[in-house]
């Protein structure tokens, strides 16, 4: 390194730790332990500038810093560098009718949280707990979720080659999408033995709430009084529409309260006049039910209106706010967590079922066989596990007794 940049580097340094000094001085009890946090940086970063191998790019370290300072937080935040910035905001600003499919997450590397039905990923068989390791050849370590999804995005017909480690592998292959239009969402219903009307939802895109209510009323019609909502795979959606389908149900309570360190808590309540099915209802959830569908899930069975079968959540439901930097860079910043009627943070506990079904052996490698194609309109079973245990639910047999989440 040379003089010019060490002596910047301890300029800056030593400007840093005054600042924090004089926040430790006036508020020593809020920022004792940023203080001990940023004095640690300062000596690891000294040793990084003295006693490495080679002279270090402190531009790059730096980056390397907040990337990690972010990925620690949750799968929902992260730092875009000046230049992925630029990147992102150009992309951000070019529309695109061509998609994959695929529902992201974040656990160092992009992983797979769903793929849509009907879509190009859910046809070349990509499923939760996939890891895609590349995308277009870029490495999706540290990536934000927006830019694998602008990087996923482009004209129909165009092609997006990934480099995927299948649940339960150890070595990436490669797979190709062919990005196309995706159809609008769209529910599944059917009818189950003891008069029970079954709804399935994969998404809670804009307007699903109006359709759910639309078929609680055709069901209506037709007399039945029993309902199993299977939100097992249904990963993303608008909150909104979240809170708007668990009103459909719940008639009086708290459906959820959105709240963080710098946002003041918004409750979301339930409003008699907008519910639209007293009868009975069950509740399928699992670890590929997160979003507006745990704020759904925890609703109902927050406040006793019904059972949720199957397994925990995974945990997603919050909110992000983009935050500009003054170098160019920004941070995507989970502000915000949705909690339960009973006031458990849902990213951190996901919904827990009420009623437990865990999946076979045989059920859960049948499920990753990367083989097949993800089924987008499968016939709904009665010897499925989850739905027999809702069954039985419906028609009187007892629940276990509600353990603490």
Not at 37 to 60: C, F, H, M, R, W
Not at 274 to 301: M, Q, R, Y
Request: hydrophobic share 40%.
């Amino acid at each position: 390194m040379s003089p010019l940049s060490k002596k910047i580097v301890i300029i800056l340094s030593l400007v840093v730790i005054a600042f924090v000094a004089t926040g430790y001085v006036r508020a020593r009890s809020n920022d004792e332990k940023a203080y001990r946090a940023l004095t640690v940086y300062s000596e690891v970063l000294d040793k990084v500038q003295n006693d490495y191998v080679d002279d270090p790019n402190i531009g790059q370290v730096t980056s390397g810093a907040l990337h990690g300072l972010l990925d620690s937080l949750d799968s929902e935040s992260a730092y875009l560098s000046p230049l992925e910035y630029k990147d992102f905001k150009e992309k951000s600003s070019t529309s695109a009718a061509g998609e994959t499919g695929l529902v992201l997450i974040r656990r160092g590397y992009i992983g797979v949280l769903g793929s849509m039905p009907e879509s190009p990923a859910a046809k070349a068989g990509l499923r939760i707990g996939d890891i895609v390791e590349k995308i277009a050849g870029f490495s999706t370590a540290q990536m934000a979720i927006g830019q694998a999804e602008l990087l996923l995005r482009g004209a129909p017909g165009s092609v997006v080659k990934l480099s995927v480690i299948r649940r339960g592998k150890t070595e990436p292959q490669d797979v190709e999408l062919t990005l196309a239009k995706l159809p609008a969402p769209r529910l599944v219903e059917d009818k189950l033995p003891g008069d029970i009307a079954y709804l399935r939802v994969t998404e809670f895109s804009a307007g699903m709430t109006k359709q759910i209510h639309e078929k609680l009323a055709q069901f209506q019609r037709q007399g039945v009084k029993k309902l199993i909502l299977d939100l097992r795979d249904c990963p993303s959606g608008l909150d909104a529409e979240g809170v708007s389908t668990a009103q459909l149900f719940v008639p009086s309570g708290t459906i959820t309260t959105l709240k963080g360190q710098t946002i003041s808590p918004v409750v979301s309540s339930a409003e008699p006049s907008k519910v639209a099915w007293s009868d009975p209802v069950t509740v399928l959830i699992g670890v590929g039910t997160a979003g507006p569908a745990e704020i759904v899930a925890s609703a109902i069975s927050g406040n006793h209106r019904g059972e949720t079968v199957g397994d925990r959540t995974y945990g997603t439901a919050s909110m992000q706010k983009l935050i500009e930097m003054d170098d160019g860079s920004a941070l995507i910043l989970t502000v915000a967590n949705y909690y339960t009627p009973d006031n458990k943070e849902i990213p951190a506990n996901g919904v827990a079922s009420t009623v437990e079904v865990h999946p076979t052996i045989d059920e859960a490698i049948a499920a990753n066989d990367e083989t097949q194609p993800v089924p987008s309109e499968k016939p709904v079973s009665a010897d499925d596990p989850v739905v027999k245990r809702a069954i039985g639910v419906l028609e009187g047999a007892p629940a276990p007794a509600r353990k603490a989440a």
